[in-house]
């Protein structure tokens, strides 16, 4: 295992004034590199971000399938998380506001009358501490680590948490996120919000992607994105992707496209297979597997004229996220599996991207 200090794979570095415990401190912001084989991975430490992932395709060629920017400072000021640790708690929360433990919480709404993805000041626009670095070996990684404070955009309590990326045999990238709550229970939901293009990030929609979930059941939600509270079963619905099906197949039933929580099959807490993505003209082929209980399919709808990589411009359908989570709102739906962590019980999020070429 190596520390790291200033050994920084940078496209550039820059000084960023970063909250940290409440108070105004300096941490060096640059770009970092795990290889292995003929798949690398890109990270920044503003958001614990993905900054890029490359693979060949069915060809031999290169290229890079997520989508993103040039420099760090296009990251600071992104505003559709794209490809960062989105938390304290991900995803959307009714009214901005939650009571636990008989103390009512106000939290800082930043979408409507709502909180989205932590706040107005979230995990994924603060500077992580790079813990841990091994750039090669059997199995690279990076660890990156953010101590979000009591009181942090409303929430109650101290939270150390971590986020470890590692390449693994087989073109796998893990990716496991752990939080502690130090001194008060608080809800936790963490996410890693890559957008995906497994024809390359240049290369247009997503619509003609085959897609599998492997989820029987969604939750419905209403005109704003909240839950209902209800589990329904994707049966006769244009969320039903038990099956593989055509991204773009019946999207046109959808006003907004895809963004709706999936309610995972299998052993609650266990790692299992949730989803698989494959891109016929490049051959690539991305399985997704994690121990969470929900996963939010965004196909990418209000993704608008942002430039990216390399000057080209990102329009709507342009990827695909899939969040593993837990579900949305669960703090208002007892119905619903609990986030709440407590001091002494600690939070785990594992997820393994697995990409191979199709036969």
């Known amino acids: 295992?190596?520390?790291?200090?200033?050994?920084?794979?940078?496209?550039?570095?820059?000084?960023?004034?970063?909250?940290?415990?409440?108070?105004?401190?300096?941490?060096?912001?640059?770009?970092?590199?795990?290889?292995?084989?003929?798949?690398?991975?890109?990270?920044?430490?503003?958001?614990?971000?993905?900054?890029?992932?490359?693979?060949?395709?069915?060809?031999?060629?290169?290229?890079?399938?997520?989508?993103?920017?040039?420099?760090?400072?296009?990251?600071?000021?992104?505003?559709?998380?794209?490809?960062?640790?989105?938390?304290?708690?991900?995803?959307?929360?009714?009214?901005?506001?939650?009571?636990?433990?008989?103390?009512?919480?106000?939290?800082?709404?930043?979408?409507?009358?709502?909180?989205?993805?932590?706040?107005?000041?979230?995990?994924?626009?603060?500077?992580?501490?790079?813990?841990?670095?091994?750039?090669?070996?059997?199995?690279?990684?990076?660890?990156?680590?953010?101590?979000?404070?009591?009181?942090?955009?409303?929430?109650?309590?101290?939270l150390k948490v971590t986020v470890a990326y590692t390449?693994?045999?087989?073109?796998?990238?893990?990716?496991?996120?752990?939080?502690?709550?130090?001194?008060?229970?608080?809800?936790?939901?963490?996410?890693?919000?890559?957008?995906?293009?497994?024809?390359?990030?240049?290369?247009?929609?997503?619509?003609?992607?085959?897609?599998?979930?492997f989820a029987s059941h969604y939750t419905p939600v209403d005109s704003q994105l909240i839950p209902t509270g209800e589990i329904a079963t994707v049966k006769g619905t244009p969320y039903d992707f038990l099956k593989p099906h055509i991204v773009g197949s019946r999207i046109n039933k959808l006003t907004k496209g895809y963004d709706i929580n999936y309610v995972i099959d299998g052993v609650p807490g266990k790692l299992k297979k949730t989803a698989v993505v494959k891109d016929y003209k490049s051959g690539r082929v991305m399985k997704l597997f994690t121990n969470q209980p929900g996963l939010q399919f965004y196909s990418a709808k209000f993704l608008k004229d942002v430039k990216g990589k390399g000057g080209y411009v990102y329009q709507p359908f342009g990827a695909l996220c899939l969040e593993t989570q837990a579900f949305p709102d669960s703090v208002h739906h007892p119905n619903f599996p609990s986030t709440i962590v407590y001091p002494g019980k600690d939070y785990k999020h594992v997820m393994v991207f697995k990409f191979s070429i199709s036969s």
Do not use: C
């Not at 290229?63 to 400072?73: A, E």
């Open 1 to 158: 295992m190596a520390k790291v200090s200033f050994f920084l794979f940078s496209l550039f570095i820059i000084v960023a004034s970063a909250i940290v415990n409440g108070s105004a401190t300096m941490e060096k912001v640059g770009i970092y590199e795990l290889k292995k084989g003929d798949m690398s991975v890109k990270f920044t430490n503003w958001g614990a971000t993905i900054v890029s992932v490359i693979l060949p395709d069915k060809y031999g060629k290169l290229g890079d399938i997520v989508l993103g920017y040039d420099s760090v400072k296009e990251y600071m000021n992104d505003t559709s998380y794209i490809g960062s640790i989105v938390g304290r708690v991900a995803n959307r929360i009714a009214g901005a506001q939650f009571s636990l433990n008989g103390v009512h919480y106000k939290l800082n709404p930043n979408e409507g009358n709502n909180t989205l993805h932590g706040g107005l000041v979230g995990f994924s626009d603060v500077v992580w501490k790079v813990k841990e670095y091994k750039k090669d070996g059997d199995a690279p990684y990076i660890v990156f680590a953010y101590h979000s404070y009591d009181g942090e955009e409303g929430f109650p309590g101290a």
């Open 167 to 213: 390449l693994k045999a087989g073109n796998r990238l893990s990716v496991k996120m752990k939080a502690k709550a130090v001194n008060k229970a608080t809800p936790v939901n963490l996410i890693q919000h890559t957008y995906w293009n497994l024809g390359n990030h240049n290369s247009g929609d997503i619509l003609s992607e085959q897609l599998q979930i």
